[in-house]
C-alpha cells in the first residue's frame, strides 16, 4: 500500500501521462465523489447565501443550521414518482438528463488541479474542454424537444441558441489566453519551451506558462487580459444558464424552461448536471486567467517562508470553518429540542476541526522532517486548495449574481452576445496578437 | 501516452459510428436520426484519438458535435415533423439507391481485398504532443514564412463567410 | 487482473490502416444509401456529413499511415466545408419550407415557387 | 379583450389581421400562458399568438376567480356587504371599504367626523404603500430580481402589523364602518406609525438602490409596453398607469374626498409611458404617501370617530356613484337604492379590470418576457378583475 502510495507521490506526471491506469481510476472516483460533494455543499451555500442576501435565514430545520437539507433533499428526490408524460418521446426523455450528465462530468478528466492532480493531460486540453462542455446543449435541446410541449421547446429553442452564441464569445476569449502562452517575452518569434512561438492547449501547459512568466493572465497585457478574462466570465454564465442569463429556465416565463415536465430523479441529474458544468467552467476560467493551482502573490511574497504561510492556508480554512461551527453551537438556544442539533453541529465542527489539524498537521511535519511523502503532500494538498479557492470565489459569485440581477430578455441577450462580446473578444485577441508581437 | 487495448476501442467505435449510420438512414423521426448521427460522429471522433490526431477529434467534437448538430436540431425543431414522420419515408427510387450502395460497397471491398499490400504503417510517426503545434504551423506557417495550407485556409474563411452571409438571407422572413 | 485482460485484447487483430479504411467505407456506402433513398431533406444533409466524415476518417487513416499531417489539414477544410455547407443547406431549407410546408425532396421538383 | 368570451372559442376571437400569411407562417405558434402561471399573479389565463417569441396578439381569459360580488351585494343588507369589498382586491383591502363607506355615506348623506377621515386618510395610505411594496416584489421577481421581494415583504409586514393591531385582521381588514371607523386608534398608534415613516424610508431607497440604476432592470423596463396618454385615457385606464404616460390625474387632487384636500402633495407623473415610467411612479407615490401619512398623523384631530348613524341602514331612493384613488386606479362604486335595507344594485368600477384591457396595445410586437413584465406593471390583482 505504501508502496503503492509512494509510486505515485514520486511522480510528477499526472495518472494519464503516466499510464498509470489504477490511479487514473482512483483519480476518476475521487473526482466523481468531490463533484458530487461540491455540488450538495454548493446546494446548501447557495441556499444559505442566497437567503441572507434576501434577509431570511434559508434552511434551518433539517440538521443545524439545515446542513443536512441537501441529503434531504436528495432523498425527497430519489423516492419521488418519475413523471414521463404520455405524448413524451420515451427514450429521448430518458437519456437526455445523463447526456447533460455526462457532458459536464467528463470535462473533469483535465481539469488541471495541481501539476500532478488531474487525470490525465490532454495536448488539446483546453479544446476538449470547450468541445465536451458545449455537448451539454445536447441534452437540454433533446429533454425540450422529448417532453413534447410549448414551454419546454422554447426553453430548449432558447437555450440551444443562446448557449451557440456565447460559444463563440468564450472560444475567442479562451483562444486570446491561449496566444499569451506563445508571447512569452522573447521577442519576434522568440523560442521558447513549447516550440516555435508557439503555445499550448494543454490545461496544465496553460498553467505551467504562466508560472514561467510570473504572471497570470489576467494581468498581462493590462487591460488584454482583464477584458478576455471579463468576457469569459460573462459568457460562462450564459453557457451555464444561470442568473442573469437564466433563460432557458425563467421561471416567471416558461414555468421551469426546458425541465418543465421533468420530476424526481431526472429533474435532480439536470440540477447536478448544471452545478456540475458551473464548477467546470469556473475552472477553465481558473485555469487560464487565475494562475491555476498557483498560490496568490507568488512574485511579491516569494520565497520558502512565503510558501510555508501559504501552505497553511488550507489548514486554517477547515479550522476557520470549525470556528464558525462551534460559535454556531454556543449560540444555539439552550432548550431540549435543540439538544441533537447542538451536538450534531458540534460534531461537524469536530470533524472539520480535525481535518484542519490533519492538513496543518501534514504541513508541519513535511517542514520538520523534510520526508519526501510529506513534501510531495503538501505541494500537492496546497495547489489543490487554491486551485478549490478560486473555483469556490467564482461560485460565490454565482450565487451574488443570482441575488442582485434581474434576468435579460432574449433579444437583449443576444445582442449582447453578437453585437457587444464577440465584436470585444476579437478586437482583444487582434490587439493582444498586435501587443504580443511588438512587446514580444 | 501507449494505447490501451487498441482492438477492443476500435471495434466499439467502429460498431458504435457503423451502428449509428445505419439508425441515421432508416429512423423514422428526424430528431433520432440526427441523435445517433451524433454517436456516429463521437465515435469518430474517439477514432481520430487512437489515429494519434488529437486536434482532428477536438474539432470533431466542438465544430460537428457541438455546432452543427445542434444547429440540425435547431431546425428540425423549427420545421416540425409530425407530418413528415407519418409519411413514406424512402422515396420510390429506394432499389436503385441500395443497389448503388451495395455495388460501390462491393467495389470499395474489392479494391481494399486487392491491394492489401499497399496499406501498411510506414512513415515516421509525429509525436502525439506536438500535433497541434505542428497542424498550426502547417496552416499558419512559423518564423515569418507563410504555412502550406495559409493560402486555402484563407479560401476556407472565405467560403465560411459566404456562407454565413447566404444563410442569414435564405433563413430570412421575407426573401 | 487488469493486466491479464490487456494481454487477451492484445492477442486480438492488430488494427492497421485497412480497419479504419473498411469502416470508412461502410459509413461512406450508409451515407451514399441515405442520399439516394430518403425522402425527408434534414436526413438527406445528415447523410452527406456521414459521407464527408467517412472521407474525413480516410484522409486522418491515411495521414497516420504516411506519418505526415497533410490529411489532417485536409480533414480540417473538409469539416469547414461541412459547416458551410450544414449552413447554407438548412437555410435553404428553412426558406423553403417557409413557403411550402413541405421538406420531402420528391416534393421539391420545381425550380422555383 | 372579450370579458364575456367563451374560453372554448376564444382563440376564433384572436385578432388576425397582424400577420400577412396567419395560416404559413412555420414559427406561429399559440401558447396558453395560464391560468396556473407564475407570472400571472394569480389565474388570468392569457392566450399569446407568438411569432417564433414575439407577440402578433393576445387575449385575456378571465373570471377563473368570480365569485359574484356585485349580485351578492343585492342580496346582503349595506353593512353585512361591507366585509365583501376586502375580497376583491385583498392586498388594498383598505381602499377597497374606504370607497365602499364613502359611496354609502354619500347616499345617507352623512359625513365621518374629522378624526374619523384623519384615521382613514393614515391608514388608506399605509395600504398603498403595501400595496406598491407587493407589486414592486412580485414585479421584480418577474423581470428575474429575486431579492427585491423579500425586502419589501420584510418591510410590508410592519404596515400588516399596525392593522392588526388596528382592527385584528392583517389582510382583509375591514377597517371602516359606515360613517367612521369602527375602532378608536390604539394607545401608540401615532407613535408606530411615526417609526415607521422613519422606518420605511430609508428602506425605498434600498429598493432603488437595487433597481433604478441596474442595467439590467432599465433594459427590461425602458420602453417596454408603452402605453400614449390618448391611449391609456381612451382605455379608461387609470392609477399609475395613467399617470407614468403623462396625464396628471389623480382622484385625491381632482375630487377630494376624506380630507385629502387638507394635505399637500404632489402627483407624481411620468413622462414616456413605458414601464420604467411607471416603475419610478410607483416609488414617488410611496414618498408622497409617506408624506401624506406624517402630516396626517401630525394633525390628528380629537373627537368622536364614528358619525351618528342609524343601526339599520335604509338609505333613501335614489342612486349615487363615488370614487376613490385606489392604489391601482381609480375605485368606484355605483349604488341604486330602492329604499329597502339591501342595495338594488350595486356595480364596482375595479381599476384592474379596466387596466389590463391595456395588455393587448401595450405587448404587440414585443417579446414573451415582456408579456409577463407588462402583466406585472400593470398591477393586477385578479380577485379584482373576476370579482
Not at chain 1, 7 to 15: D, K
Request: charged share 15%; glycine share 8%; with cysteine.
Amino acid at each position: 500500500m505504501l508502496d503503492l502510495l509512494r509510486s505515485y507521490l514520486g511522480s510528477t506526471l499526472t495518472p494519464g501521462q503516466a499510464n498509470n491506469q489504477l490511479w487514473a481510476l482512483i483519480y476518476v472516483l475521487i473526482i466523481f465523489a468531490g463533484v458530487s460533494v461540491a455540488v450538495m455543499t454548493m446546494n446548501w451555500v447557495e441556499r444559505k447565501a442566497l437567503a441572507h442576501f434576501q434577509v431570511r435565514l434559508g434552511p434551518m430545520r433539517v440538521g443545524p443550521h439545515g446542513l443536512l437539507q441537501p441529503i434531504a433533499d436528495a432523498i425527497k428526490l430519489l423516492i419521488k414518482e418519475d413523471i414521463i408524460p404520455s405524448e413524451a418521446d420515451k427514450f429521448v426523455f430518458w437519456i437526455a438528463p445523463l447526456i447533460g450528465l455526462l457532458a459536464s462530468f467528463t470535462v473533469y478528466t483535465v481539469v488541471p488541479f495541481g501539476p500532478s492532480q488531474a487525470v490525465s493531460d490532454m495536448n488539446i486540453g483546453i479544446l476538449f474542454m470547450l468541445g465536451v462542455s458545449s455537448l451539454a446543449v445536447l441534452g437540454v435541446v433533446m429533454a425540450g424537444w422529448a417532453s413534447n410541449s410549448h414551454y419546454p421547446l422554447i426553453g430548449a429553442l432558447r437555450s440551444s441558441a443562446q448557449m451557440v452564441s456565447y460559444e463563440v464569445a468564450m472560444g475567442l476569449a479562451v483562444v486570446s489566453a491561449i496566444l499569451m502562452t506563445s508571447l512569452h517575452g522573447l521577442g519576434l518569434y522568440g523560442v521558447s519551451k513549447f516550440g516555435d512561438g508557439t503555445g499550448t492547449l494543454s490545461m496544465i501547459g496553460i498553467v505551467q506558462a504562466q508560472q514561467e512568466q510570473h504572471v497570470w493572465f489576467l494581468f498581462k497585457f493590462f487591460p488584454l487580459g482583464f477584458m478576455a478574462f471579463g468576457i469569459f466570465a460573462i459568457a460562462m454564465i450564459a453557457e451555464t444558464n444561470r442568473a442573469p442569463f437564466d433563460l432557458p429556465e425563467a421561471e416567471s416565463e416558461l414555468t421551469a424552461g426546458y425541465h418543465t415536465e421533468y420530476s424526481g430523479l431526472r429533474w435532480s441529474l439536470f440540477m447536478l448536471a448544471e452545478y456540475a458544468a458551473m464548477i467546470a467552467v469556473s475552472s477553465i476560467a481558473v485555469t487560464l486567467w487565475l494562475g491555476g493551482w498557483m498560490r496568490p502573490f507568488p512574485n511579491w511574497l516569494s520565497g520558502s517562508a512565503w510558501d510555508l504561510v501559504f501552505s497553511l492556508f488550507a489548514g486554517l480554512t477547515f479550522v476557520a470553518l470549525a470556528v464558525i461551527a462551534f460559535v454556531g453551537v454556543v449560540r444555539m438556544p439552550r432548550h431540549s429540542y435543540f439538544r441533537v442539533q447542538t451536538i450534531g453541529l458540534a460534531g461537524f465542527g469536530l470533524l472539520l476541526a480535525l481535518i484542519g489539524i490533519l492538513l496543518l498537521g501534514i504541513v508541519i511535519g513535511a517542514k520538520v522532517s523534510h520526508h519526501d511523502i510529506l513534501n510531495r503532500t503538501t505541494e500537492g494538498m496546497t495547489n489543490v486548495y487554491w486551485f478549490l479557492f478560486k473555483v469556490a470565489v467564482f461560485m460565490y459569485l454565482y450565487i451574488w449574481y443570482r441575488a442582485t440581477w434581474p434576468r435579460y430578455r432574449f433579444d437583449q441577450l443576444m445582442r449582447v452576445g453578437w453585437k457587444v462580446m464577440l465584436p470585444v473578444s476579437l478586437g482583444v485577441l487582434i490587439v493582444t496578437a498586435i501587443v504580443g508581437v511588438i512587446l514580444g | 501516452m501507449t494505447p490501451v487495448a487498441t482492438p477492443f476501442f476500435f471495434y466499439l467505435l467502429s460498431g458504435l459510428a457503423i451502428a449509428g449510420g445505419l439508425l441515421v438512414i432508416t429512423r423514422r423521426n428526424a430528431i433520432h436520426s440526427a441523435l445517433a448521427l451524433i454517436v456516429t460522429l463521437l465515435a469518430i471522433a474517439g477514432l481520430y484519438l487512437m489515429l494519434y490526431a488529437p486536434f482532428v477529434a477536438g474539432v470533431q467534437i466542438i465544430v460537428y458535435a457541438g455546432g452543427i448538430m445542434v444547429l440540425f436540431l435547431f431546425v428540425i425543431m423549427l420545421v416540425s415533423l409530425e407530418r413528415t414522420a407519418k409519411e413514406r419515408q424512402f422515396n420510390r427510387m429506394w432499389p436503385v439507391g441500395l443497389l448503388a450502395g451495395c455495388s460501390l460497397l462491393a467495389l470499395f471491398m474489392s479494391v481494399y481485398a486487392k491491394g492489401k499490400g499497399l496499406f501498411v504503417e510506414r512513415g515516421p510517426q509525429l509525436p502525439e504532443s506536438e500535433n497541434t503545434q505542428q497542424i498550426g504551423i502547417m496552416l499558419y506557417g512559423e518564423a515569418g514564412r507563410m504555412g502550406q495550407y495559409t493560402f486555402a485556409f484563407e479560401i476556407a474563411s472565405l467560403l465560411l463567410l459566404v456562407a454565413i452571409l447566404g444563410a442569414v438571407i435564405m433563413a430570412k422572413k421575407r426573401i | 487482473m487488469l493486466s491479464a485482460k490487456c494481454q487477451v485484447l492484445r492477442l486480438m487483430v492488430p488494427v492497421t490502416t485497412i480497419h479504419y479504411l473498411v469502416v470508412a467505407a461502410a459509413l461512406f456506402v450508409l451515407g451514399v444509401i441515405g442520399v439516394l433513398t430518403r425522402r425527408n431533406v434534414v436526413i438527406v444533409l445528415m447523410s452527406i456529413e456521414l459521407i464527408l466524415n467517412a472521407v474525413n476518417l480516410n484522409l486522418v487513416a491515411f495521414s497516420r499511415m504516411w506519418g505526415g499531417l497533410h490529411g489532417q489539414v485536409f480533414s480540417i477544410f473538409v469539416v469547414v466545408d461541412a459547416a458551410a455547407e450544414a449552413a447554407v443547406g438548412l437555410g435553404i431549407l428553412i426558406a423553403f419550407f417557409r413557403n411550402n410546408e413541405t421538406i420531402n425532396v420528391d416534393e421539391i421538383d420545381l425550380l422555383k415557387w | 379583450m372579450n370579458a364575456q368570451a367563451d374560453p372554448e372559442n376564444a382563440l376564433t376571437n384572436l385578432d388576425l389581421e397582424t400577420s400577412e400569411r396567419p395560416h404559413l407562417d412555420s414559427n406561429e405558434l399559440i401558447i396558453n400562458m395560464g391560468p396556473q402561471h407564475p407570472a400571472t399573479h394569480g389565474v388570468l389565463r392569457v392566450i399569446l399568438r407568438l411569432d417564433g417569441e414575439k407577440v402578433l396578439g393576445t387575449e385575456c381569459v378571465i373570471g377563473y376567480l368570480h365569485r359574484g360580488v356585485e349580485k351578492i351585494g343585492e342580496n346582503r343588507t349595506y353593512t353585512m356587504f361591507n366585509p365583501y369589498v376586502d375580497r376583491m382586491d385583498y392586498v388594498a383591502a383598505v381602499s377597497n371599504g374606504l370607497g365602499y363607506c364613502q359611496t354609502v355615506e354619500k347616499l345617507l348623506n352623512v359625513e365621518a367626523p374629522p378624526r374619523a377621515n384623519y384615521v382613514r386618510v393614515i391608514l388608506t395610505e399605509l395600504n398603498r404603500i403595501a400595496s406598491h411594496q407587493l407589486w414592486l416584489g412580485t414585479h421584480a421577481l418577474d423581470i428575474g430580481a429575486m431579492t427585491p421581494l423579500f425586502y419589501t415583504f420584510r418591510d410590508r409586514e410592519e404596515i400588516l402589523k399596525i392593522f392588526e393591531k388596528y382592527c385584528g385582521a392583517r389582510l382583509t381588514t375591514h377597517a371602516f364602518r359606515i360613517g367612521g371607523c369602527q375602532y378608536e386608534t390604539y394607545r401608540g398608534f401615532e407613535k408606530e406609525v411615526k417609526n415607521y415613516l422613519q422606518y420605511l424610508a430609508p428602506h425605498i431607497d434600498e429598493y432603488e438602490e437595487l433597481l433604478t440604476t441596474n442595467r439590467i432592470w432599465l433594459e427590461r423596463t425602458k420602453k417596454v409596453g408603452v402605453i400614449s396618454a390618448a391611449d391609456a385615457i381612451a382605455l379608461g385606464v387609470t392609477g399609475p398607469v395613467l399617470r407614468a404616460s403623462g396625464v396628471k390625474w389623480d382622484i385625491r387632487k381632482a375630487q377630494p374626498y376624506a380630507n385629502y384636500s387638507a394635505f399637500d402633495f404632489d402627483i407624481p407623473t411620468g413622462e414616456n409611458g413605458d414601464t420604467y415610467d411607471r416603475y419610478l411612479v410607483r416609488m414617488a407615490e410611496m414618498r408622497q404617501s409617506l408624506r401624506i401619512i406624517e402630516q396626517a398623523v401630525n394633525g390628528i384631530p380629537e373627537g368622536p370617530i364614528m358619525a351618528k348613524v342609524p343601526k339599520v341602514i335604509k338609505p333613501p331612493v335614489g342612486e349615487v356613484y363615488h370614487s376613490i384613488e385606489a392604489p391601482k386606479g381609480e375605485l368606484g362604486y355605483f349604488i341604486v337604492s330602492d329604499g329597502s335595507t339591501q342595495p338594488y344594485r350595486v356595480r364596482v368600477r375595479p381599476p384592474s379590470f379596466v387596466n389590463l384591457q391595456a395588455l393587448d396595445i401595450m405587448v404587440r410586437g414585443l417579446l414573451v418576457a415582456d408579456v409577463v413584465a407588462v402583466i406585472g406593471t400593470l398591477d393586477i390583482v385578479l380577485g379584482e378583475v373576476d370579482r
